[in-house]
């Protein structure tokens, strides 16, 4: 079986209560045995975004496990977008 390379952009929803835990939320991620490489990015006017890039197994319904983990991280977690994907 191969591997996938996928970089995925997860945006936070904001509430008007104060500013997301980014860091907290990008621990938590990060923790995952699949992430390679995690970062936080300026998305636009104060926002951020985690940028992460793991690898997965090749097989019918890994992506969509893994972005539904992440989905479990946190409430506050909005869209998770796939950048690029390949294979390894």
Avoid: C, W
Avoid at 4 to 29: F, H
């Amino acid at each position: 079986m191969g591997h996938v390379v996928v970089k995925y952009k997860v945006t936070i929803d904001n509430l008007e209560d104060g500013i997301p835990d980014y860091q907290g939320i990008s621990d938590k991620i990060e923790a995952f045995s699949e992430v390679q490489a995690i970062e936080i990015k300026p998305l636009a006017f104060g926002m951020m975004f985690i940028e992460v890039q793991v690898v997965l197994g090749e097989g019918e319904g890994i992506v969509d496990k893994f972005e539904s983990q992440v989905r479990a991280v946190d409430s506050l977690i909005g869209q998770i977008e796939a950048l690029e994907m390949g294979r390894l």
